[in-house]
């Protein structure tokens, strides 16, 4: 299926949760959705027989700067061999997104990055602990008005 | 049994464990976990009631550094530490991204030159995924025969770039430098040197009752969980899903030679086991020095650095591309704000992803499987904490 | 031997004295040479070196040099360890490896003890080093090394069972325990040698006694207990400098008796295979310490080829596979000797 009839469809099942559709003038055409329907629409994506959305590429947090967070959902059909993008938007100062990690299991380990770099909290995730970083600092190291704190327990940072 | 009363073991996701159960640490040094991977085993005597992974040891946040580069092109070498056993198909991955970013098209010259390279780094990458897993599991020769050949790859890729590791060769537009004369006969002599070696490696190691009874029905991955994992590479294919970036989601020139992905068929126990995902790597081996030597008697002449930009400057926008590395689907998020310095770089790893199905395919083994498990996946740990 | 040694020495407590260290002369430059030879065996077969610069030609003081280096290392023993166990545990693993050596006749005149029970001295004594493997492990406190002693404990008590029985099946034939007798048997050409009697059970029984033996002094494939990509080194973990050098040093001991045993009771000991010519006690020693060699050769040749067993599959085969098999032999022996 084009984008155009992937976004015409999710569309068609949930109207007013869709914000944006951009598919010409841009590389990657994507589909901007509000956060409270995520849920629905990642089950809608993966479950329904036209789409069959079972592959979850890749999950990025962003920082876009302004005072808000994102998150950009890749994903892919392994059966139609089609994909679709998802983008989310939130403030930065109540940054929940609901999380995906029941719909796609790969999504645990990169809502828990996108957690620990960005700042992102996901709702209802299984196990939300930092990954990458020790798990009692503090900050975000990907926002892009992080500090590099001076001390960590005792040992000093700033190299 | 009776009640017995609870200890203070806690493990550190908090779940508390019995006094029947041990809490034992692979720790971030330790011989098998190819690299700085830390692993909870949760064990009752001898068999493993969990496993919970701790990764970030080897975290550099190259992210971050990439943000502040002032060239798409400074962020080659941060991408080459991404995947060290695999850096040409990092690099491949990183510059298709920014060159559809930007729309520019490369010279025929320089996508053969990418795909030789990207294939001969395959076969280097499988070549150490291969021995160091013979090697955890105990047979100690086949691991110095396969890195006696990695060595003639290495001294191709010297000839070529003068790096044998870590290259930033491929950049964006192009190549840094173009191939050496007489590298194509010492390509093509490889090539002829080499199939034979495949042969004494599935001798040695492959058939070996000893080898496929640790191996064998170990870690068995179902393919509908892979797929809800986002396994990718030989770990997807072992479990027996028919799915090749290369020929699936197209990119360069692939399409123009003649090969086949390699799908585990459950010859010496389920579908989906360690031997079928060592197998597939041993098998692509094979099917990597066909591309090369079909492109070898392909290759055009022409520039290599003619479509350098000066001044890379994409428009605003992001994309997302995917190339098939060695250990799997290797992706690239850019976004572009417009500047000379990318906005966001984030690199979807194979092994990142891989790894996270450890929980789920090792419960109900013993540790010498996990072994034998975190092996097969082919882990290299600068790619999973980037 | 021991006539002379009387007739030199006043009080027995010297001959026996001297007698216990007779062996030794032989186990000093052996475990110099086999540890440089494991090198110099497995490099070849790995398509490599091994050590060429250390004394100039090949580096043959590769193991002097290192032995040096062992002796002048600090010996660390963990805060939290056992000390007293610490420190007994690789000296009772040498000692079980080295009395071993008390009753194998090196040659028709040299024996250390000619005792009537010489094999079932040899099976009841290599099982200290069960004991010296556990102490090691549980004194270090730190669990891999436990799992590494615990493993060995399970693999020598289950591989005793194969070795006791193959020994049995050439009790059988040779009617006596003594090893020396074993050896006078069997003099003669190399048709004598046990291992070509009541073919093909005696052969049978000497593979699985080889089998079962490389599981006794702890071989790929069965190393499990000090298996280097899986246990860093298993019991041997917390052990540095001298006490280090005693387990490796215990190790080779074993490696060697287990071969002489195995020279001994199926491959004519000291005898010559050609009958009279280049036979005596001199040329006896030479022939006797050539098939040792022999054997540890190709317990070297195993280490570098296979892979190594789980331990569960360890299990299998011993009790399941090689215990079976032996009993055949010994059945087979039995009925071939009746009828």
């Known amino acids: 299926m084009t984008p155009q009839e992937i976004s015409d469809k999710l569309k068609t099942q949930f109207p007013d949760s869709i914000l944006e559709i951009k598919i010409e003038g841009v590389v990657d ?97 299984p196990d939300l602990r930092r990954i990458m970083m020790p798990d009692d600092w503090e900050g975000h190291p990907l926002q892009k008005d992080y500090k590099v704190p001076e001390l960590y327990q005792g040992m000093k940072v700033p190299y | ?225 892979a797929i809800a994992y986002a396994c990718s590479g030989p770990v997807l294919r072992g479990s027996g899903v028919n799915f090749d970036l290369r020929r699936d989601d197209p990119y360069s020139i692939y399409h123009r030679f003649e090969w086949e992905p390699q799908v585990g068929m459950g010859e010496m126990g389920k579908v989906g086991d360690c031997w079928d995902r060592y197998m597939v790597r041993i098998r692509e081996m094979e099917q990597s020095t066909n591309i090369v030597e079909q492109a070898l008697n392909q290759i055009p002449d022409g520039e290599v650095t003619s479509a350098i930009p000066k001044r890379i400057r994409p428009n605003p926008g992001d994309v997302y591309v995917r190339t098939e590395s060695a250990r799997g689907e290797i992706g690239f998020y850019v976004v572009s704000d417009g500047s000379g310095s990318p906005y966001r770089v984030k690199g979807r790893s194979p092994c990142f992803v891989n790894l996270s199905v450890i929980p789920e395919i090792s419960r109900g083994h013993m540790i010498a499987d996990i072994v034998a498990i975190a092996g097969s996946l082919d882990i290299v740990l600068g790619e999973v904490d980037r | ?195 070509f009697k009541k073919f093909p059970f005696i052969f049978v029984a000497f593979v699985i006694y080889f089998v079962a033996s490389l599981a006794e002094t702890n071989r790929t494939p069965f190393d499990i207990p000090e298996a280097e990509s899986e246990l860093v080194a298993g019991y041997i973990t917390e052990y540095s400098g001298m006490k280090f050098a005693m387990f490796m040093l215990a190790e080779f001991v074993n490696m060697f008796a287990v071969s002489a045993i195995a020279a001994t009771i199926f491959f004519g000991g000291w005898n010559s295979p050609f009958g009279g010519f280049l036979s005596g006690p001199i040329w006896g020693v030479f022939w006797f310490l050539t098939k040792g060699m022999f054997f540890v050769f190709i317990q070297m040749w195993l280490r570098w080829t296979l892979p190594r067993l789980r331990v569960d599959q360890l299990m299998y085969v011993s009790w399941k596979v090689l215990t079976p098999w032996a009993f055949a032999c010994i059945i087979g022996v039995g009925l071939w000797m009746m009828l």
């Not at chain 2, 044998?164 to 190549?175: A, D, K």
């Not at chain 3, 050590?51 to 290392?73: E, S």
């Not at chain 3, 549980?138 to 020598?156: C, E, T």
Request: glycine letters at 6%; a neutral charge.
């Open chain 3, 1 to 195: 031997m021991e006539q002379l040694l009387r007739n030199i020495l006043d009080h027995d407590i010297f001959v026996y004295g001297v007698m216990a260290i007779v062996p030794l002369v032989w186990i000093i430059p052996y475990a110099l040479v086999v540890i440089y030879l494991e090198r110099k065996v497995s490099a070849h077969m790995q398509d490599r070196l091994g050590p060429m610069r250390t004394g100039g030609w090949h580096g043959w003081a590769q193991t002097i040099a290192d032995m040096l280096k062992l002796l002048q290392k600090e010996d660390i023993i963990p805060s939290a360890a056992d000390r007293k166990l610490h420190t007994l545990a690789p000296y009772l693993m040498f000692i079980g490896a080295y009395t071993v050596y008390a009753v194998i006749p090196f040659s028709s005149s040299y024996v250390g003890s000619n005792i009537n029970i010489g094999l079932f001295y040899i099976i009841a004594v290599s099982s200290i080093t069960v004991v010296a493997i556990l102490m090691a492990g549980w004194s270090s406190n730190n669990k891999w090394s436990l799992f590494g002693a615990m493993r060995s404990v399970a693999q020598i008590v289950s591989y005793e069972i194969p070795t006791v029985l193959a020994i049995l099946a050439v009790v059988m034939i040779a009617g006596t325990l003594n090893l020396q007798e074993i050896n006078q048997m069997q003099t003669g050409w190399f048709w004598n040698w046990f291992i």
């Open chain 2, 1 to 225: 049994m009776t009640e017995l009363p609870t200890t203070q073991t806690k493990t550190s996701t908090g779940r508390s464990v019995r006094t029947e159960e041990m809490v034992l640490n692979m720790g971030p040094q330790h011989p098998s976990t190819h690299g700085v991977l830390r692993l909870e085993l949760v064990v009752d005597g001898e068999i493993v009631i969990d496993v919970i992974p701790h990764i970030g040891y080897l975290h550099r946040c190259f992210e971050k550094h990439a943000e502040k580069m002032t060239n798409y092109q400074q962020v080659i070498p941060y991408v080459d530490r991404m995947d060290y056993c695999a850096a040409m198909n990092m690099d491949f991955g990183y510059v298709l991204a920014v060159e559809k970013l930007l729309g520019i098209k490369v010279p025929e010259r320089v996508e053969y030159i990418r795909v030789i390279m990207a294939e001969l780094q395959r076969i280097a990458s499988h070549l150490i995924a291969a021995g160091t897993y013979g090697l955890d599991i105990g047979a100690f020769t086949p691991f110095l025969y396969m890195f006696r050949d990695r060595e003639r790859i290495l001294d191709l890729f010297e000839m070529t770039c003068g790096a044998r590791l870590l290259y930033n060769y491929m950049w964006i537009g192009g190549l840094s430098h173009d191939l050496s004369p007489g590298f194509i006969d010492k390509a093509k002599d490889f090539c002829k040197y080499f199939r034979p070696k495949i042969k004494e490696y599935n001798d040695l190691l492959s058939y070996n009752e000893i080898f496929i009874k640790r191996t064998a029905n170990v870690g068995v991955l179902p393919a509908d969980v």
């Open chain 1, 29 to 125: 055409p994507y589909i901007k959705v509000a956060p409270e329907y995520l849920k629905d629409i990642s089950v809608y994506l993966r479950d329904n027989v036209d789409l069959q959305f079972d592959y979850l590429m890749c999950l990025s947090g962003m920082d876009y700067g302004k005072g808000t967070l994102g998150v950009v959902y890749n994903i892919f059909s392994m059966k139609k061999k089609h994909k679709v993008n998802l983008k989310i938007e939130v403030p930065k100062d109540k940054a929940e997104v609901p999380s995906v990690a029941l719909v796609w299991q790969t999504a645990n380990w990169h809502e828990r990055e996108a957690y620990d770099l960005v700042g992102i909290k996901f709702l209802d995730h």
